[in-house]
T-cell receptor, first 111, second 115 residues
């Protein structure tokens, strides 16, 4: 059974700090997603990765397929970055039921 | 932009009631999913559908059923609501799964309370 572990579970930081959220998984995957969920429930997709690194604004996502590990970085963090960040993976072969999700990292950025 | 809408943001029902949660997407996606999200447990897949009238059980289908009569609409049904079904319910849709995986687009969620 595929397990997806995120760390830390909770993170509180000051505005401007560099943030790193980690995701480890246990099986071979064809893609990894990083999702953002703001208070109120709405989830948006930030990145989909299958190798290497992607950057969007202050957000950077990296993946190391051999080590089964991905990181999400936020540079120059801002209070509006406060949200739950969720890692999700798609097992190799597609997976009969789609994505497997981590439990999420609750990030709070204080002004 | 892909839009996934859910029929209600907040819903309060009584134990034993039959509850319908509706999800509609406007991007002609083949795949649709229903999840529930609970503190400490993350997102868990209840059911998914990869085509009209097709459905597959996810990780926690007990106490739920689904209906997909039209491509754009995927309904989650609680046949007899129970208090342990109090949760946030999220619908998502995507293009067919490929070897690389496709982005899932989520609705805003329905927070269901069963009294």
């Amino acid at each position: 059974k595929n397990e997806v572990e995120q760390s830390p579970q909770n993170l509180t930081a000051q505005e401007g700090e560099f943030i790193t959220i980690n995701c480890s998984y246990s099986v071979g995957i064809s893609a990894l997603h990083w999702l953002q969920q703001h208070p109120g429930g709405g989830i948006v997709s930030l990145f989909m990765l299958s190798s290497g690194k992607k950057k969007h604004g202050r957000l950077i996502a990296t993946i190391n397929i051999q080590e089964k590990h991905s990181s999400l970085h936020i540079t120059a963090s801002h209070p509006r970055d406060s949200a739950v960040y969720i890692c999700a993976v798609l097992p190799l072969g597609g997976g009969a039921d789609g994505l497997t999700f981590g439990k999420g990292t609750h990030l709070i950025i204080q002004p | 932009d892909v839009k996934v809408t859910q029929s209600s943001r907040y819903l309060v029902k009584r134990t034993g009631e039959k509850v319908f949660l509706e999800c509609v997407q406007d991007m002609d996606h083949e795949n649709m999913f229903w999840y529930r999200q609970d503190p400490g447990l993350g997102l868990r897949l209840i059911y998914f559908s990869y085509d009209v009238k097709m459905k597959e059980k996810g990780d926690i289908p007990e106490g739920y059923s689904v209906s997909r009569e039209k491509k754009e609409r995927f309904s989650l049904i609680l046949e007899s609501a129970s208090t342990n079904q109090t949760s946030m319910y999220l619908c998502a849709s995507s293009l067919p799964l490929s070897g690389r995986g496709d982005t899932q687009y989520f609705g805003p969620g329905t927070r269901l309370t069963v009294l």
